[in-house]
């Protein structure tokens, strides 16, 4: 495999995860998203790191590209030219996988839900996580739950 094809692999991606999320947890964070692609004539890693309980700094964003960095010139496993951002995802991230609705569990949320005839439903809330296949979310006094599978968006809210 050539150096340019290995590194566009979903493996390697996986690898710079498995690096980068062990340093994020060191200091309290939840990597969310690694993103790995080509721009312009190298490519970027960007990490968006987040705490569950509010929030995080430039500081703590800085402290985790210091540290990314350094471990990724100790492994030496990037062989082309590459850029390394470290960032927060916002106040109002969107969520993307099942195990983000757990992490940020307490934390406002807003839903876009599908309903069977096609049209959609914005339902707001304090996010509970997931029970089986569906979300949680407390609105009005009462939890209700959605079919993940109905979820067509959901994202933080202030």
Do not use: N
Not at 44 to 60: C, W, Y
Not at 65 to 87: F, M, W
Not at 96 to 118: C, H, M, N, S, W
Not at 135 to 157: C, F, H, M, N, Y
Request: with cysteine; net charge positive.
């Amino acid at each position: 495999m050539s150096q340019a094809s290995h590194v566009d692999s979903p493996e390697f991606a996986a690898r710079l995860r498995e690096l980068a999320e062990p340093v994020a947890r060191s200091e309290g964070l939840v990597l969310v998203e690694l993103i790995w692609r080509r721009e312009g004539k190298g490519r970027v890693l960007r990490l968006f790191v987040d705490r569950p309980e509010g929030g995080v700094t430039l500081e703590e964003c800085a402290l985790v590209s210091r540290q990314v960095s350094s471990l990724l010139d100790v492994e030496d496993i990037i062989p082309v030219k590459y850029r390394l951002e470290v960032s927060s995802p916002g106040l109002t991230r969107q969520l993307k996988t099942t195990r983000e609705y757990e992490i940020f569990a307490g934390r406002p949320a807003r839903l876009v839900v599908r309903d069977p005839q096609g049209g959609t439903e914005t339902v707001k809330g304090l996010l509970k996580g997931l029970a089986g296949e569906d979300v949680l979310i407390e609105t009005k006094g009462r939890i209700r739950s959605v079919p993940l599978s109905q979820v067509a968006k959901a994202r933080l809210d202030v």
